[in-house]
Nanobody, 128 residues
Framework: HVDLAESGGGPVQAGGSLRLTCVAS????????MGWFRQISENGREVVAA?????????YYHDSVKGRFTISHDHAKDTVYLQMNSLKPEDGGMYYC????????????????????WGQGTQVTVGS
């Protein structure tokens, strides 16, 4: 079981920046899916950005954040970052880190970490 610890959320004015950090512990393989999801309804989350850390590496961005957000991964630290620039009020919400070992990236994007882990969430509030 992978434990995830998130940090970096908070209040920010529109146009500002935040960097979310997610540290994974007890991750035993080097080829994983990691990403950030946002709560969009009581029972639903959508992927904001994600990264496959295996050979060939892939990244995914929701259309609404392309060109403004950047996801990156530090293998040595088992840490994934989400740099959020030019923030808009509609970017606000609860952001959850997710991680899954031995993943299928397409499934991770559509279903989340079905056999993996969620973080506890960090709130991002963007003032207009």
């Amino acid at each position: 079981h992978v434990d995830l610890a998130e940090s970096g959320g908070g209040p920010v004015q529109a146009g500002g920046s935040l960097r979310l950090t997610c540290v994974a512990s007890d991750m035993r393989v080097s080829s994983n899916c990691m990403g950030w999801f946002r709560q969009i309804s009581e029972n639903g989350r959508e992927v904001v950005a994600a990264i496959f850390t295996g050979d060939g590496g892939s990244t995914y961005y929701h259309d609404s954040v392309k060109g403004r957000f950047t996801i990156s991964h530090d293998h040595a630290k088992d840490t994934v970052y989400l740099q959020m620039n030019s923030l808009k009020p509609e970017d606000g919400g609860m952001y959850y880190c997710a991680a899954e070992e031995h993943c299928v990236f397409s499934h991770f994007l559509s279903e989340g970490p079905a056999l993996g882990s969620w973080g506890q969430g960090t709130q991002v509030t963007v003032g207009s």
